[in-house]
């Protein structure tokens, strides 16, 4: 039973560099930044004025107009991606059954949205004016809720809440519940939709995000000496997980395998992380030794990578105590952040994506932003230019407020 | 614009249905496709929209379109 073998059969995208898949790869793989100056509300009070925003999105495109009023953007956007990597697996025509079908989806906030527009109509027009709608738009398990209802999944169902690791913890523990028989196939992954006054001016107040508001488009820079914090940004990624025998037996298009995954927490900082990146290091050699390989096999990282002054030399440091000096400087290292900005709870899906796809089309995206390297900051990390290379096995990281560390090893089938 | 025409707006706004199905005897939950949540909703635009108050019991009453506006009429003639 523990030794099945999980793979990736489909595979959605729907964020600020694209709204499908493909488009979010070549946008990765070309190093096109999604990050502008925010529109979705007025920046000016703000210190960070720059976001990933999904461009020009019109919700009635994707859903009806009823459906629109009952959701909140994060939900949307869910249900969006998750269209498109269910329709990319072919389950639906294979005669699923749908209580063999599972829906994990994490998202680090959820409906904030509509947690301040309802709370503006309590202070403006009395609580008894709150809509009904307001809980279940809100609550952060709506997402996986609402995807269920939408492709019929009547199987394990349930929200991942770690911060920016939301996504990465979505899919890690799919992987372990088709391994133990809860399912068949499961939708995994993440979604954010945190461009409102409070949750970016909460990021604001923390000093975590870039301020380099006149050059959005190089402003979330991975690693560079330069880097001031990450840029917020909004989307949904979502996979389909299924047991490799059963997406054999129906002959599905298996596009890479999810070997092993490690969860680790540092147990020190709130948002700071560990001395040492002791925990980062930990979820990295977890997830290769659950893979049964060996850190030699390491052929790529796709980093958390997200711009801060914090994370970046940490990272780098974890990655160095995971694979050793030597090994460390050898693989390419990559932040897909420098074009998608911090897509939060959906990070760690678009990550796995990104990741499952460098290496089944033998291209490493690169970290597109990166001008001059932080002297903490040292490996490779792929700068400016995406490199061809011929991938096995590959790992994505994804670290939470809270000291959440998930590592997802990735193999190619 | 009638009474008729304002609660039919609200309805075809809040339940996302066809001016042509809000029809007098139109139930709200079996024809209309309205859950628990929907109708909460429903009486509260109406009540903004009118500027009066439903009570919960009053409410438990108002199943069909018909319902609402004969309710809106009598709510009228009392004020």
Redesign the interface.
């Known amino acids: 039973m523990v030794n099945k073998r999980i793979v990736l059969t489909g595979m959605g995208a729907f964020t600020p560099i694209g709204k499908t898949v493909f488009e979010c790869w070549d946008s990765a793989v070309a190093g096109r930044s999604g990050i502008r100056r925010i529109t979705l509300l007025d920046p000016s009070p703000f210190s960070s004025k720059i976001a990933g925003e999904v461009k020009d999105y019109d919700p009635s495109e994707y859903l009806d107009r009823r459906l629109v009023r009952r959701t909140d953007r994060f939900t949307q956007l869910a249900i969006i991606a998750a269209r498109e990597a269910y329709g990319q697996s072919g389950l639906a025509d294979s005669g699923m059954d749908p209580t063999r079908l599972g829906t994990i989806i994490g998202s680090g906030i959820g409906g904030i949205e509509t947690l301040e527009r309802d709370h503006r109509t309590a202070l403006e027009r009395g609580p008894d004016r709150i809509s009904p709608f307001f809980c279940p738009m809100m609550i952060s398990n709506m997402a996986c809720g609402r995807v269920a209802i939408d492709l019929n999944a009547k199987g394990i169902n349930y929200a991942t809440v770690t911060a920016c690791a939301s996504s990465g913890h979505a899919i890690a523990t799919a992987v372990d519940a088709i391994r133990l028989g809860h399912a068949d196939a499961i939708i995994a992954g993440g979604t954010e939709a945190p461009i409102t006054m409070m949750g970016l001016g909460g990021f604001c107040a923390m000093k975590a995000l870039s301020t380099r508001n006149d050059d959005p488009q190089t402003a979330s820079r991975p690693f560079d000496k330069d880097r001031d914090g990450f840029v917020i940004a909004e989307g949904a990624a979502m996979v389909v997980l299924e047991d490799y025998e059963h997406a054999r037996e129906r002959g599905a298009d298996i596009m890479a395998e999810v070997s092993a995954c490690g969860m680790t927490c540092d147990a020190h900082h709130i948002t700071a992380p560990a001395e040492g990146a002791e925990g980062c290091a930990r979820s990295m050699m977890l997830a290769v030794e659950r893979a049964g390989r060996t850190l030699e096999d390491v052929d790529y990282i796709n980093a958390h990578g997200t711009s801060t002054r914090l994370n970046d030399p940490s990272e780098t440091e974890a990655i160095k105590t995971a694979l050793g000096e030597t090994m460390a400087y050898g693989i390419p290292v990559s932040s897909t952040k420098s074009v998608t900005g911090h897509l939060l709870g959906a990070a760690g899906a678009m990550e796995l994506i990104f990741t499952a796809l460098a290496i089944k089309e033998g291209i490493v995206p690169p970290t597109a932003t990166l001008q001059e390297p932080d002297e903490e900051c040292d490996l490779d990390y792929v700068q400016g230019e995406a490199r061809e290379a011929d991938l096995q096995f590959a790992l994505s990281n994804s670290l939470g407020f809270g000291g959440h560390n998930v590592t997802i090893a990735v193999s190619r089938v | 614009m009638s009474l008729e025409n304002r609660v039919s707006e609200i309805i075809v706004n809040k339940?996302?249905v066809k001016p042509e199905e809000v029809k007098p005897e139109a139930d709200f939950q079996t024809d209309l496709g309205a859950d628990s949540?929907d109708l909460?909703?429903l009486m509260?635009d109406f009540e903004d929209s009118f500027g009066l108050k439903i009570t919960d019991e009053e409410a438990s009453e108002l199943r069909t379109v018909g319902d609402v506006i004969g309710f809106l009429e009598k709510k009228d003639l009392e004020a």
Request: charged share 15%; aromatic share 0%; net charge negative.
């Open positions: 339940l996302g949540l909460v909703e509260m």
